[in-house]
């Protein structure tokens, strides 16, 4: 079993829906969890960073975190074209210093 | 504030040489973490650094090193270079390399023949 999982994609949505990236990790201890967004052929830029339950939101972004099922995902509002790319997951905990472990990413196409 | 910043972009080399990558951290962060990312593989830690030290390091054999200086700028080299290490090198520069964001450069990729 992989450390972080991701759904398997790719993932195909229209423009302006709502495009749901998942991802569930297997160590209890993780402590903090960040979304990053990687273009091809660029390196990954960060989305959203989530330490605590529930939900966090940053413009047409919602990160959702349940510590209790080992979950977090990612909601896209009103997808545009621009939002085509590579979502990766990552997770860390402090006794872990400088790793954090990614998931193999989910790549999602919004089709105008 | 600058961002992270990786030099060279693109490298090109030969099996058996050695190369050495160099990455300068956003202004204030001191821990570096360096990453490889393959298409087969994905997102690879190789290790980091705080304060001039090696606090973790990843699975990778010893042909990979690194190193700090006290200006937090930090270099990885690979020696005895083969051909599945061919990559795209990430480093990514954080405040105290805890749980903290990890912000990372724009990569050097490294193709090896």
């Known amino acids: 079993q992989k450390e972080v999982e991701q759904n398997s994609g790719p993932l195909s949505v229209p423009e302006g829906a709502i495009a749901s990236l998942n991802c569930t990790y297997s160590?209890?201890?993780?402590?903090?969890f960040f979304w990053y967004r990687q273009y091809s052929g660029k390196s990954p830029e960060l989305i959203m960073s989530?330490?605590?339950?529930g939900d966090k939101e940053d413009g047409r972004f919602t990160a959702q975190l349940n510590k209790a099922s080992q979950y977090v995902s990612l909601l896209i509002r009103d997808s545009q074209p621009s939002d085509s790319a590579t979502y990766l997951c990552a997770v860390n905990r402090n006794t872990n210093a400088g790793k954090s472990t990614f998931g193999d990413g989910t790549t999602l196409t919004v089709k105008p | 504030k600058a961002g992270v910043t990786q030099t060279p972009r693109y490298l090109i080399k030969t099996r058996g040489q050695q190369v050495t990558l160099s990455c300068s951290p956003i202004?204030?962060?001191?821990?570096v973490s360096w990453y490889q990312q393959t298409p087969g593989q994905g997102l690879q830690f190789l290790f980091e650094?705080?304060?001039?030290?090696?606090?973790n390091k990843g699975n990778f054999p010893g042909r990979f090193s690194g190193r700090q200086f006290s200006n937090s700028r930090s270099e990885m080299n690979v020696s005895t270079l083969e051909l599945g290490d061919s990559a795209l090198y990430l480093c990514?520069?954080?405040?105290?390399?805890?749980?903290?964001?990890?912000?990372f450069g724009p990569g050097t990729r490294l193709t090896v023949l």
């Open positions: 202004s204030g962060h001191r821990s």
């Open positions: 650094y705080f304060s001039e030290t090696q606090r």
């Open positions: 989530i330490y605590s339950n």
């Open positions: 160590d209890r201890g993780s402590q903090s």
């Open positions: 990514a520069s954080s405040l105290s390399g805890l749980t903290d964001t990890q912000y």
